[in-house]
């Protein structure tokens, strides 16, 4: 089994629907918690980080982490086309940034 | 700020051949870690390099080797290539307080 499980997806959603991605994960060691997007045969970009629980927002983005479920989440408001692409989640324990777990990603398409 | 950058961006190998992929991290960066990301999957960690020395492995072969310069930037070599190394190949760079940060990649193809 792997350490961190992703919604495989794909998801495909309406412009201005908000979006849920989601990510479990069983190692207790993981204390930062990232998501990346990722366009078609692209490098990763860091969208947000987290360190333990709790939610962080930015814009139009909302990382929720629940460490008593290892569970995260990340939320997309007012969709847009331009947000087609695979989300990572991507998680750490209290170590140098660089060696992190991540998931196998969640492909979203979002239709005009 | 050019970012993390690697050369090159495709490459196509033969079987039992050997690779080297280059990587010059985000200024200001001193940590260079590679991943493998096969299609469909996410990353996988190889191995990190700080103070040009490998600091962490993950679970890959020791066909998988790499380098740090004094400039922090690094090489990551394979040998004795095989089909299933055929992946997107990333570097990413950070330092202590930030996150890292991915290159482009360099796609390789081994036929």
């Known amino acids: 089994q792997k350490e961190v499980e992703q919604d495989p997806g794909p998801l495909s959603v309406p412009e201005g629907a908000i979006v849920s991605l989601n990510c479990t994960y069983s190692n207790s060691a993981f204390q930062y918690f990232m998501w990346y997007r990722q366009y078609s045969r692209k490098g990763p970009e860091l969208l947000m980080y987290?360190?333990?629980?709790g939610n962080k927002e930015d814009g139009r983005f909302t990382a929720q982490v629940d460490k008593s479920s290892k569970y995260i989440s990340l939320f997309i408001r007012d969709s847009q086309p331009s947000d087609s692409a695979t989300y990572l989640c991507a998680m750490r324990g209290n170590t140098n940034a660089g060696k992190s777990t991540f998931g196998d990603g969640t492909t979203l398409t979002v239709k005009p | 700020d050019a970012g993390v950058t690697q050369s090159p961006t495709h490459l196509i190998k033969t079987r039992g051949q050997q690779v080297t992929l280059r990587c010059s991290p985000k200024?200001?960066?001193?940590?260079v870690s590679w991943y493998q990301q096969a299609l469909g999957q996410g990353p996988q960690f190889i191995f990190q390099?700080?103070?040009?020395?490998?600091?962490q492995r993950g679970n890959f072969p020791d066909r998988f080797s790499g380098h740090q310069f004094p400039n922090y930037s690094s090489e990551l070599n394979v040998n004795a290539l095989l089909l299933g190394d055929s992946a997107l190949y990333l570097c990413?760079?950070?330092?202590?307080?930030?996150?890292?940060?991915f290159g482009q990649g360099t796609r390789l193809t081994v036929v």
């Open positions: 990413a760079s950070s330092r202590t307080g930030s996150e890292a940060f």
């Open positions: 200024s200001g960066h001193d940590t």
């Open positions: 390099y700080y103070e040009e020395e490998e600091r």
């Open positions: 987290t360190y333990s629980s």
